[in-house]
């Protein structure tokens, strides 16, 4: 292999690695994703999350036959930026008790914030055909206007509102990020 | 080779994001900062003075915990008290380890380019008063451009332009221009009516303290009379105007603001002036309101001001009560067609929801006459701004309510 070959081979490599990538994951009987790389902590949020405020974020994972849902996991967390160590925090709220924080991290790096947040979202195997053709979505809001304390009524995480924040088009002050997986089969992702 | 493989391996684990969550502890704040502690908590860019309630607060928050929701109540607190401002809050890292600073930066709000009803008002007896001015701001300049047709605030119905100039110079101080030409109408007839009047003032503006302002300067007026001859005559005075306004926190939902001033125009032949006479007047308001005054439910106001005129002024700056904003279901014309050199005048407003309730007391007299009190009560609605109201007289005689409808009185 010539020198120019393994550069551009490493140009490659670095280039997949920097690209933003999500594929589907089989754990424990139940979907979930790998996100390599997310960012979808950028611009108003971000600013907000360095001035020391909370920013809540709602995720949503789909599985998708075609346009077709077949199932649908929705979670809040609560993020935060620690002025002092310069890390990230989150916390996730739980649907069952509403406004009620169940799990949290911190001292996490920007691009770990996703990982962590996607790794928390589970969605139950269908029972279709192990060949039919799928992909996973997700999508990620921010609330437009500032939740100060996201366990107030305003903030609340009831699955109903959640609900109803993906299902309404985004608002031009939110933040929105949608990733969308390469078409894979259940059938593939059982094989080891 | 070997090099190349390492650097790979390094960079992906780097890039691979650690997942580890932990069951939330028995804590309501989602924020991580809320370990730390306030270290200082200010407001800057304030023009007006902090109300002592609100700095209170303030520092009462000096080595609390830091809570996003706190924050967010005094930003609202602020809010209400300065409304012609846009508030952001900066939190940053404290001088000390683990603690926290939060400063309240103010901004005027304002348009580049404004567009607004200065004036409308109808009369049933003075009819139409109607004002438009374009405000374009640049920098810290102003400059404003406005028409004007006005049968309410003088003993004339004058109609024309008018522009104004405001630049500052260094801080504290400012320059001001106002030029105005407007061509004038009477009920009636007298020697003493003008066509037209023309008016150039400059003046400089300085800020004493927070609230209070210091004008002074020159106004140049010329008046166009047709009888008996056509001539010119000129009114050029030396100006000052004293103004204070200060508006507290009442509680966390109400304000209460104090305005109040006096003036003086003092014309001489000396710079020029066909006219010698100085003009003194006093004003003072106080208002409270529920709420930010702006979108208040309820407000209660008072009002009163007093003048005298010593020595002959033009109909230009006599005394008029009578109109939107003073004895309101009195003609004007009944009480001083040609306005008169002394006055006093007292108003209660009241204001809850939609339903809005006036009384207004005062006389109006010329020196060496017999003066009268009058009294007069208005009840009307006010809707987004507008109110509509009918006012009457309080007389043992003939009564006949007055019709008022606009904004801005």
Excluded at chain 2, 77 to 106: H, M, W, Y
């Amino acid at each position: 292999m010539t020198r120019a070959r393994l550069i551009a081979l490493f140009t490659l490599f670095l280039h997949t690695l920097a690209a933003q990538i999500v594929s589907p994951r089989l754990n424990d009987g139940q979907l979930s994703l790998n996100a390599l790389n997310l960012k979808f902590l950028e611009g108003k949020a971000l600013d907000r999350l360095k001035n020391g405020q909370s920013v809540t974020f709602d995720f949503q994972l789909q599985l998708l036959d075609g346009v077709k849902p077949l199932g649908r996991t929705l979670h809040r967390f609560v993020l935060s930026y620690d002025l002092w160590e310069e890390t990230f925090s989150a916390v996730q709220l739980s649907q069952t008790t509403p406004r009620t924080p169940v799990y949290s991290t911190n001292r996490l790096k920007s691009e770990a914030v996703a990982g962590w947040c996607i790794g928390r979202m589970h969605l139950p195997l269908p029972f279709i055909d192990k060949a039919r053709p799928l992909t996973m979505q997700l999508e990620i809001r921010s609330a437009g206007v500032k939740l100060a304390n996201p366990m107030r009524p305003q903030g609340s995480v009831d699955l109903g509102v959640l609900v109803e924040i993906f299902s309404r088009p985004p608002d031009p002050k939110e933040v929105r990020f949608t990733a969308t997986t390469q078409t894979f089969t259940l059938g593939a992702l059982a094989t080891p | 080779m070997k090099c190349l493989f390492a650097t790979l391996l390094a960079t992906t684990v780097l890039l691979l994001p650690h997942e580890r969550a932990v069951a939330f502890e028995n804590t309501s704040y989602t924020n991580v900062n809320s370990r730390y502690r306030i270290e200082r908590i200010s407001i800057q860019n304030v023009t007006y003075s902090v109300s002592a309630a609100l700095q209170r607060e303030l520092d009462r928050l000096i080595g609390r915990p830091y809570r996003t929701e706190t924050i967010d109540a005094v930003e609202r607190r602020i809010r209400s008290e300065f409304p012609g401002f846009t508030i952001s809050c900066n939190v940053a890292k404290g001088e000390k380890q683990d603690q926290i600073r939060v400063s309240f930066v103010l901004e005027r709000s304002r348009k580049n380019l404004d567009l607004n009803v200065s004036r409308m008002a109808f009369h049933s007896e003075q009819k139409f008063s109607f004002g438009v001015t374009a405000d374009l701001n640049l920098g810290t300049t102003s400059t404003s451009l406005g028409f004007i047709s006005d049968n309410d605030e003088r003993v004339e119905r004058f109609s024309g332009f008018r522009a104004a100039f405001v630049a500052p110079v260094v801080k504290n101080l400012r320059i001001a221009f106002l030029g105005e030409a407007y061509q004038s109408r009477f009920r009636g007839d007298s020697e003493e009516f003008y066509r037209s009047r023309t008016n150039f003032e400059p003046t400089v503006i300085y800020t004493l303290a927070p609230g209070l302002e210091l004008r002074g300067g020159f106004s140049f007026n010329n008046l166009e009379f047709q009888v008996p001859a056509a001539r010119d005559q000129a009114a050029h005075a030396v100006i000052t105007t004293l103004r204070y306004l200060k508006q507290w926190q009442l509680g966390l939902t109400s304000t209460q603001t104090l305005e109040a001033g006096y003036s003086l125009r003092a014309a001489a032949h000396s710079l020029g002036s066909d006219f010698n006479y100085r003009r003194h007047l006093g004003e003072a308001r106080l208002s409270f309101a529920s709420g930010n005054s702006e979108k208040s439910k309820s407000t209660l106001a008072f009002s009163s001001m007093i003048g005298a005129i010593d020595g002959r002024a033009p109909v230009l700056d006599r005394f008029v009560l009578g109109n939107t904003q003073t004895l309101r279901g009195w003609n004007r014309y009944e009480l001083a067609p040609l306005g008169a050199d002394r006055m006093m005048h007292f108003s209660a407003d009241g204001r809850y929801s939609f339903v809005r309730a006036v009384y207004d007391t005062g006389t109006i007299w010329t020196a060496g006459r017999p003066k009268v009190l009058r009294h007069s009560a208005g009840i009307g609605f006010v809707i987004s701004g507008i109110t509509a109201m009918v006012a009457i007289p309080i007389r043992s005689s003939s009564i006949e309510p007055i019709f008022m409808v606009g904004m801005n009185f």
